[in-house]
């Protein structure tokens, strides 16, 4: 009786079960990474709110100390973009009005409402407060004190003027 040969190399099955184990750590490769880029955007657009803020107090600051207070109500109306040393790469300047096409992951200053906004670009744990509109807006405002007396000094707030989440 002739002797078989033992068989050499990868059975099919053998191969549709590494195929398959390499898709799914593909799979939750790519997830976890779309998750992250997300996460670094999220933060990117956060840090460059705090720097804003930042520069305002500088600001406000450089008029307190020389005795310039009366013109502190006028930075409401400058382009917060204007208080930072260096503007971001992913800032597209002054607009009229709202682009056409959206700035995805993208500032620009709306001169018409006063308002810096953000255009999400990566949108997957991004919760809008209105349907569909991924811009997240702020507006420095003049914000009234509180201190007790008849008449209390006009202050500046850089505040956010639209509802959303980033879910977890």
């Known amino acids: 009786m002739p002797r078989r040969k033992a068989q050499s190399g990868v059975s099919r099955f053998e191969l549709m079960v ?7 750590l593909l799979a939750v490769f790519i997830e976890k990474g779309l998750y992250y880029q997300e996460y670094a955007e999220k933060t990117a657009m956060e840090m460059t709110v705090a720097n804003i803020r930042t520069g305002l107090r500088y600001r406000i600051a450089d008029l307190m100390l020389a005795n310039r207070m009366s013109e502190i109500p006028t930075l409401a109306d ?5 208080w930072l040393a260096e503007k971001p790469k992913n800032y597209q300047g002054e607009r009229d009005s709202a682009p056409a096409t959206p700035l995805e992951g993208m500032w620009y200053f709306d001169k018409k409402s006063r308002e810096l906004i953000y255009t999400v ?4 744990h991004f919760s809008p407060s209105a349907y569909r509109d991924f811009t997240v807006r702020y507006r420095a405002m003049r914000v009234r004190g509180t201190d007790g007396q008849a008449a209390a000094e006009t202050w500046i707030a850089f505040v956010g003027t639209s509802d959303y989440r980033w879910l977890q």
């Open 78 to 82: 400058e382009n917060p973009m204007d």
């Open 121 to 124: 670009n990566n949108r997957q």
């Open 18 to 24: 590494c195929v398959m184990v390499f898709g799914v």
